[in-house]
């Protein structure tokens, strides 16, 4: 906060980003934070009332206590094929391909698939 405009440090406020590549959507949760992502389109409805386009909200662990990302070391098997797991959130184009966080055959891959690959060309979104 600034000392000029509150000079004793009680206001706060929502601080939006907005993300635009797939390089850059993958999120952690934080807590500390409140966060929460709004998804919208830019090119969509407008609400009427506050003039900005229709959104929803994404509000993580509403139900049961905060998880945190994959534990598993990053050479391991688990982390390999399962990297998906190391964000909570992951922003991708639609790909009717692009189903399943860890690829369409998990145990049998011989590669890893997933998010990971799908977010490596950095798709604007």
């Not at 860890?102 to 979104?125: F, H, R, V």
Request: proline share 11%; glycine share 6%; aromatic share 10%.
């Amino acid at each position: 906060p600034d000392p000029s405009h509150d000079p004793y440090g009680n206001t706060f406020g929502p601080v939006e980003t907005v993300l635009k590549q797939e390089a850059g959507a993958t999120r952690l949760y934080d807590a500390t934070k409140a966060r929460t992502w709004k998804i919208s389109n830019a090119q969509g409805k407008v609400n009427p009332v506050t003039k900005k386009p229709t959104a929803y909200k994404l509000v993580p662990f509403t139900k049961g206590p905060a998880q945190p990302p994959l534990l598993t070391s990053k050479e391991s098997a688990v982390s390999k094929k399962g990297e998906f797991a190391t964000a909570h959130l992951w922003v991708t184009p639609y790909d009717a391909k692009e189903r399943y966080p860890a690829g369409e055959y998990t145990a049998q891959a011989q590669q890893p698939d997933g998010l990971p690959k799908w977010i490596s060309d950095n798709e604007n979104i």
